[in-house]
Antibody, heavy 120, light 108 residues
Framework: QVQLQQSGPGLVKPSETLSLACTVS????????WTWIRQSPGKGLEWLGY???????YYNSSLKSRVTMSLDTSKNQFSLSLTSVTAADTAVYYC??????????????WGPGILVTVSS | DIQMTQSPSSLSASVGDRVTMTCRAS??????LNWYQQKPGKAPKLLIY???TLQSGVPSRFSGSGSGTDFTLTISSLQPEDFATYYC??????????FGGGTKVEIK
């Protein structure tokens, strides 16, 4: 089964860019759809966007102007970039695989999550 | 965006109890509904997809039902390891995905 390992800084300054990576093992980044989800402290889950193996991307409309997702096939990883961060972007960020069955999609494998705090 | 509303937001139950929680969509989503379990400090875990299909490895005491706007997750006999928060998620409006606010199952 696919395993995901997340990396990136745990502290980002306000107005700067948050950058996280998710490295795929036991699978190829060219073979699946991928997603990022975050969870603010004590809150629920917020979907951030998809990136497909074709490199097509779809973003949450509430973040669309600030978020970018990309694939790096040489490292077998996919990445999240979120610009102009504020304290409201403090959250645990998860990467996950997107499985599809008969047109239905769901998130079947998740990374462990990484807490990113936005603070000066 | 499709809004997902879960109820109750929390419940207290004892080991062995039958537990039911609901998820309501703001418009019909057919069976594009998934359920996840999340324990403190851990990533969510997929329990059920397409409203009622049990993910591989998930105990059969978990079941899901519903279609359209109203969905239910049932735990037939609550076990100590089931105390967690449960989230529903719609994929009808893929790629615009939304989650419910969660139901926290606590020990009575």
């Amino acid at each position: 089964q696919v395993q995901l390992q997340q990396s990136g800084p745990g502290l980002v300054k306000p107005s700067e860019t948050l950058s996280l990576a998710c490295t795929v093992s036991s699978g190829s980044v060219n073979s699946y759809y991928w997603t990022w989800i975050r969870q603010s402290p004590g809150k629920g889950l917020e979907w951030l966007g998809y990136i497909y193996y074709s490199r097509s991307t779809y973003y949450n409309s509430s973040l669309k102007s600030r978020v970018t997702m990309s694939l790096d096939t040489s490292k077998n990883q996919f990445s999240l970039s979120l610009t102009s961060v504020t304290a409201a972007d403090t959250a645990v960020y998860y990467c996950a695989t997107v499985a599809t069955t008969r047109g239905y999609s769901y998130f079947d494998f998740w990374g462990p999550g990484i807490l990113v705090t936005v603070s000066s | 965006d499709i809004q997902m509303t879960q109820s109750p937001s929390s419940l207290s139950a004892s080991v062995g109890d039958r537990v039911t929680m609901t998820c309501r969509a703001s418009q019909s989503i057919n069976k594009y509904l998934n359920w996840y379990q999340q324990k403190p400090g851990k990533a969510p875990k997929l329990l059920i997809y397409i409203a009622s299909t049990l993910q591989s490895g998930v105990p059969s005491r978990f079941s899901g039902s519903g279609s359209g706007t109203d969905f239910t997750l049932t735990i037939s006999s609550l076990q100590p390891e089931d105390f967690a928060t449960y989230y529903c998620q719609q994929s009808y409006s893929t790629p615009q995905i939304t989650f419910g606010g969660g139901t926290k199952v606590e020990i009575k």
